[in-house]
Nanobody, 116 residues
Framework: QVQLVESGGGLIQPVGSLRLSCTAS????????MGWYRQAPGKQRELVAV???????DYADSVKGRFTISRDNVKNTVYLQMNSLKPEDTAVYYC??????????WGQGTQVTVSS
């Protein structure tokens, strides 16, 4: 059973920075695509950033140039560095591990609130 444990959320002022972490209990972590998603109140869950086994990355247009996804295959951990945060970045952030086309695993979510 794959488990994903997120940390690093919290309350931050606009233009501040936060780093989210997600550690996976899974063998051969390096083979899997990892992603960060977010869900704001009243909205659908949306992709924020993704990194594959080759460390290729992709980002939502709304976070390009501000957020950076990275991974440490020794620590089985994926990170999301969030800079220049805006109130509209407020959401619950979820870590995702894509094992196959039909097998996705999710973390429990971590709240990020951007407010003065």
């Amino acid at each position: 059973q794959v488990q994903l444990v997120e940390s690093g959320g919290g309350l931050i002022q606009p233009v501040g920075s936060l780093r989210l972490s997600c550690t996976a209990s899974v063998n051969i972590f390096r083979l899997y695509t990892m992603g960060w998603y977010r869900q704001a109140p009243g909205k659908q869950r949306e992709l924020v950033a993704v990194i594959n086994s080759g460390r290729n990355t992709d980002y939502a247009d709304s976070v390009k140039g501000r957020f950076t996804i990275s991974r440490d295959n020794v620590k089985n951990t994926v990170y999301l560095q969030m800079n220049s945060l805006k109130p509209e970045d407020t959401a619950v952030y979820y870590c995702n591990l894509k094992m196959t086309t039909f097998e996705n695993f999710w973390g429990q979510g971590t709240q990020v609130t951007v407010s003065s």
